[in-house]
């Protein structure tokens, strides 16, 4: 049973900065697709960063520069360091993984992936 457990979530000021965590049991292997999704209230996942099996990443425009995924494949962590953040950082931030696509592709919307965490909230006051 694949279990994907987020953690490293809170509060902080503007400015501040936050490292999530995911731990990751049940995968035969960690090179995967994997990636970070958040969702705000009335709105789809967006997906914030992501890192295929061969460790190219991913970012959306609106966190480039500020955030940062790693993979540590021998402890099967998958991480989400996010600096010089705003107020419309604050979303509940989900892990997620998947298989790769035909062609090595990763799925590059929230219905592709295949597994899920349950969340971490993350709350940026201004």
């Known amino acids: 049973q694949v279990q994907l457990v987020e953690s490293g979530g809170g509060s902080v000021q503007a400015g501040g900065s936050l490292r999530l965590s995911c731990a990751v049991s049940g995968l035969s292997r960690m090179t995967i697709c994997m990636g970070w999704f958040r969702q705000t209230p009335g709105k789809d996942y967006e997906r914030v960063a992501a890192?295929?099996?061969?460790?190219?990443?991913t970012y959306a425009d609106s966190v480039k520069g500020r955030f940062n995924i790693s993979r540590d494949n021998v402890n099967n962590i998958l991480y989400l360091q996010m600096d010089s953040l705003k107020p419309e950082d604050t979303a509940i931030y989900y892990c997620a993984a998947a298989w790769p696509l035909g062609g090595g592709y990763c799925p590059e919307h929230f219905y592709g992936m295949e597994y899920w965490g349950k969340g971490a909230r993350v709350t940026i006051s201004s």
């Open positions: 890192i295929d099996s061969e460790g190219s990443t």
